[in-house]
């Protein structure tokens, strides 16, 4: 909640600037999870392709979000709030660039489901990816805002996605059991879920940094959902 | 943001178990302007403290109260209390020339004495009959000048004039002059305001050296330098103390709104 202006205005422009990088990343992963999901439901290697190959924006956007970063702190010596926000889209961009990361590791498992296999249980993914996506991008919005409440209601969905990724998880684990002939691919969604379950966990994360970015206090640890592959 | 606040926020550090001097409800009024707004404070004896705030907001007229040097402006008047080590300064019995030795200051431009070096530190001992003889007199004047980092460059030419120094040299003779009187509080009014960076850079280090010997106060208005220099700042706005706390949380987390958008350059 910016109350006025700097008194020099180069320094809210640089700061805009950096809030307009950031949600350019989030825009940039919140597609490439749809494109992936999209691409997998599909089985449509060239749109998997598509999400792989722009995961290098990503990437450049990371580099381009420290450099101004970087200058901002060199050059206008951010205090309080300000120095915060910076610190806070210097970590945000590194989290979101691994977000990239998961969507393009969901793409490559496209090209690796034999065209025939039965994917019944595919059926709650696409579900799970859209609330981890919607994840994303409530975040990222939460910080271009600067808006705490936001950033909490994002880590309380966190409970859906891993309450989605077990119930899959339970459900290929069945699957396998009866279809042995299946294990090649539903073990490939297991790893899907497993990724998606990962960005909700990272928004998590991201939600926690734009509120302390915020408040200038942490946010209440939240209580973690349990990984069924952990006991 | 939620937990800001306009209100002057309450100061946790003010019942300092360490505190050298106490200010209670201080105004300060030049004839009938109120430049100085009830300020309550403890000064800590091992920390630096920093006072910041923009022009005219009355940190540095309130830094005077501290050593009564308002007493010198003619329609000045201090109201409230000021204790220093349980002594009230402003007491009629407080003799003002021993409590100026015990509370020395530093001034914003070099002020040194047209003398040699030498006579520029040992006039102050000299006027408190601190020392017994000459050789006693050397010892002082070379303490000081060691304590205040400027001995190396000067040991060879005590003789010459202060005034002959660089700015940065002078700053530090000054310096030097205040602790040759072995005061307990060194008062610093924008020290580096006329000094290059470098020159700066050694005064601060100089600061970080004397710190826990000396209670050191320091106004600026160069809030990289509060922070670099010290662990408690004060902001001061319009007269009144608006926050004090430790330095890293006044310039990451301040409490109050009216601090942040000073420090933040949202000010104005």
């Given at each position: 909640m ?6 020099i ?5 640089d ?6 990088s950031?949600a350019?990343m989030?825009?940039?992963?919140e ?7 999209r691409?997998l439901i ?6 998997a392709?598509?999400?792989?190959e ?7 956007l ?5 450099r101004?970063a970087?200058?901002v702190i060199?050059l206008?010596?951010p205090?309080?709030n300000?120095?915060?926000e910076?610190?806070a889209a210097?970590k945000i961009?590194?989290?979101v ?8 590791n969901i793409a ?7 065209p ?5 249980p ?8 859209r609330i ?6 409530m975040?990222?919005e ?5 808006d705490p ?8 969905r966190?409970?859906?996605v891993?309450d989605f990724?077990?119930?899959?998880f339970?459900?290929?684990l069945?699957?396998?059991m009866?279809?042995?002939?299946s ?8 790893f899907v ?6 960005i909700g966990?990272?928004?998590t ?10 408040t200038?206090t942490h946010l209440?640890e939240?209580?973690k959902g ?6 | 943001m939620?937990?800001?606040?306009d209100t ?5 550090l ?8 106490t200010a209670r ?6 004839g009938?302007?109120k430049a100085?707004d009830s300020v309550?404070?403890?000064i800590?004896?091992?920390n ?6 923009p ?14 040097m ?5 329609n000045a008047?201090?109201e409230?209390q ?9 007491a ?9 030795a ?8 070099p002020n ?7 006579e520029?530190?040992a ?5 408190h009959?601190l020392?017994d003889?000459r ?7 070379e303490?000081s ?10 040991k060879?030419?005590?003789q ?9 040299q002078?700053q530090r003779?000054?310096i030097a ?9 060194i008062l ?5 305001s006329a000094?290059d960076?470098?020159a700066t850079?050694?005064i601060?280090e100089l600061?970080?050296e004397?710190?826990g010997?000396?209670?050191?106060v ?6 990289q330098?509060?922070?670099?220099v ?6 001061f ?17 301040p409490?109050v ?10 000010y104005?």
């Amino acid at each position: 909640m910016p109350t006025t202006g700097h008194t020099i205005k180069a320094f809210d422009q640089d700061l805009d600037r950096l809030r307009a990088s950031i949600a350019e990343m989030g825009g940039l992963a919140e597609a490439a999870i749809a494109g992936a999901m999209r691409a997998l439901i599909d089985r449509d290697v060239n749109a998997a392709n598509a999400v792989i190959e722009n995961d290098a924006r990503l990437d450049a956007l990371e580099a381009e979000v420290e450099r101004q970063a970087v200058q901002v702190i060199a050059l206008r010596a951010p205090m309080a709030n300000d120095l915060r926000e910076v610190v806070a889209a210097l970590k945000i961009a590194g989290v979101v660039e691994r977000m990239g990361d998961y969507a393009k590791n969901i793409a490559k498992r496209v090209h690796a489901i034999e065209p025939g296999a039965d994917l019944q249980p595919l059926s709650l993914l696409p579900e799970m990816a859209r609330i981890t996506g919607d994840m994303v991008r409530m975040v990222l919005e939460a910080f271009i805002r600067r808006d705490p409440e936001q950033a909490t209601q994002v880590s309380e969905r966190d409970r859906a996605v891993d309450d989605f990724y077990n119930s899959i998880f339970r459900t290929l684990l069945t699957f396998m059991m009866e279809r042995p002939q299946s294990i090649t691919a539903a073990t490939h969604l297991l790893f899907v879920a497993k990724n998606l379950e990962r960005i909700g966990d990272h928004a998590t994360n991201v939600a926690e940094m734009v509120y302390f970015a915020a408040t200038g206090t942490h946010l209440a640890e939240r209580e973690k959902g349990g990984d069924p592959a952990r006991g | 943001m939620n937990s800001m606040t306009d209100t002057v926020a309450a100061t946790p550090l003010r019942n300092d178990a360490a505190a050298k001097m106490t200010a209670r409800e201080v105004s300060v009024f030049y004839g009938a302007k109120k430049a100085v707004d009830s300020v309550s404070i403890d000064i800590s004896q091992d920390n630096v403290t920093a006072f910041i705030g923009p022009s005219g907001c009355g940190k540095s007229t309130f830094l005077r109260t501290l050593n009564r040097m308002n007493d010198t402006i003619a329609n000045a008047r201090v109201e409230g209390q000021i204790v220093l080590d349980g002594e009230d300064i402003y007491a009629p019995a407080m003799d003002v020339v021993q409590l100026r030795a015990r509370v020395g200051m530093v001034f914003q431009k070099p002020n040194p004495f047209p003398k040699s070096i030498y006579e520029n530190v040992a006039y102050g001992p000299r006027i408190h009959g601190l020392a017994d003889g000459r050789a006693q007199m050397d010892e002082i004047v070379e303490r000081s000048l060691k304590r205040a980092g400027l001995w190396e460059e000067v040991k060879d030419r005590l003789q010459d004039s202060g005034t002959a120094l660089s700015g940065g040299q002078q700053q530090r003779l000054c310096i030097a002059r205040a602790i040759a009187v072995d005061p307990e509080v060194i008062l610093m009014d924008e020290p580096c305001s006329a000094l290059d960076p470098i020159a700066t850079a050694r005064i601060e280090e100089l600061i970080h050296e004397l710190r826990g010997r000396y209670a050191i106060v320091i106004v600026t208005h160069n809030m990289q330098q509060a922070a670099r220099v010290s662990q408690r700042t004060a902001f001061f706005h319009l007269g009144s103390l608006v926050e004090y706390g430790e330095t890293s949380e006044i310039f990451t987390n301040p409490r109050v709104e009216r601090t942040k958008d000073y420090i933040t350059g949202r000010y104005g």
